[in-house]
């Protein structure tokens, strides 16, 4: 069975490895990444990973589409073999971790669980800031284990899900949290199940982009998102930029509705060993180490040169003053999902 990983990269070298060892351990056999406009090394770490046998690397130069780089990345990715002979498929971003919770912790073991799905959808679980003000060379998934309960009202972003699906001719493009451009009379065969083991309804065969609010979404499955890192590391994001819609900056807007701290997560660490195990192996080769430790001196210096402009100073001052996300009143979340008019929402 070939499960492919999809992914588009910029300035991502000193969090690669943590990434692909966790998703190797996991049972990912294949990973396709793009690169683009990379400054910190990873590119070329991504070229040396290649060389090793361990992922295989695009370049993702441009020109791009209105869509922005990453909707771009997709369309070369949908023509790749790695995606075309798949049997399973996913696209994901460096900050997000499949973390499964039934049997040994792997893809198989979620598969067996869910012996029928076409598809299943992986709610975000929310990994916010808790404070951490410094970047360290230190693993995402041990430093951040505060997150969003597991039940929640709002904000609508935290439902969002991503999509692993069986590659069986129902879609015909990547797309970011689900498949898109569904088959006529393919599409309403697929059996969609969530990170519970709930079969879904038919909207989520073609449309549906978000898990169903104040209920449990992680029973057999969760997709831990890690979007703002320590605060000298949401300065580099938000002089980046998103990947699929460069017109939206990140700022505090971004910050305040993700940073969720209100409970301890740590089930991750169920699989640290096998994790770390594959970190080492990376590491032992002396050019991955290296390009390594580069980019996090990359990312240090980085955030120095940043700060020489006020705008960044002025961000990271908020950042420094602003506390977590608290959970709001069931009624006042409700009158703002009906002024959001959430089915109107487009991918994000």
Not at 229 to 241: H, P, Q, T, V, Y
Request: hydrophobic share 40%.
């Amino acid at each position: 069975m070939r499960i492919t990983a999809v992914t588009c990269v910029k300035n991502e070298a000193a969090f690669l490895l943590e990434w692909l060892a966790h998703h190797k351990a996991i049972g990912f056999t294949d990973f396709l990444v793009l690169s683009n406009g990379c400054e910190d090394g990873t590119d070329v770490m991504l070229d040396r990973l290649q060389d090793l046998g361990h992922l295989t690397h695009l370049r993702n130069d441009g020109p791009y589409d209105q869509g922005g780089i990453q909707w771009t990345g997709f369309k070369i990715a949908d023509k790749h073999p790695l995606v075309r002979k798949a049997d399973w498929l996913m696209t994901l971003d460096v900050d997000e971790f499949v973390n499964i919770h039934t049997g040994d912790n792997t893809l198989p073991a979620l598969f067996t669980a869910l012996p029928d799905a076409d598809a299943i959808t992986m709610t975000w679980r929310l990994f916010g800031n808790d404070g951490v003000t410094d970047y360290l060379d230190q693993p995402i998934t041990r430093q951040f284990t505060r997150a969003a309960p597991e039940v929640m009202t709002w904000p609508w972003r935290a439902f969002l899900f991503k999509t692993l699906y069986r590659n069986r001719g129902a879609y015909r493009k990547l797309g970011v949290h689900r498949p898109r451009s569904p088959v006529d009379g393919v599409a309403e065969t697929t059996r969609w199940y969530d990170g519970s083991g709930r079969e879904l309804d038919d909207k989520f065969q073609r449309s549906r982009i978000f898990s169903a609010f104040n209920q449990p979404n992680y029973g057999l499955v969760q997709l831990n998102h890690y979007p703002l890192g320590a605060m000298e590391s949401f300065i580099l994001k938000s002089d980046r930029g998103r990947v699929n819609r460069s017109d939206s900056p990140i700022g505090m807007d971004y910050w305040c509705e993700r940073n969720w701290c209100e409970v301890e997560d740590s089930s991750i660490r169920q699989t640290e060993a096998p994790r770390q195990a594959l970190i080492a192996e990376f590491m032992s080769d002396p050019k991955v180490a290296d390009l390594h430790y580069a980019a996090v001196k990359w990312r240090k210096q980085r955030f120095r040169d940043l700060m020489q402009d006020e705008p960044n100073r002025a961000l990271f001052g908020r950042l420094l003053m602003t506390p977590p996300a608290r959970p709001i009143p069931l009624d006042d979340a409700q009158r703002i999902y009906n002024f959001a008019q959430i089915s109107r929402v487009a991918d994000d």
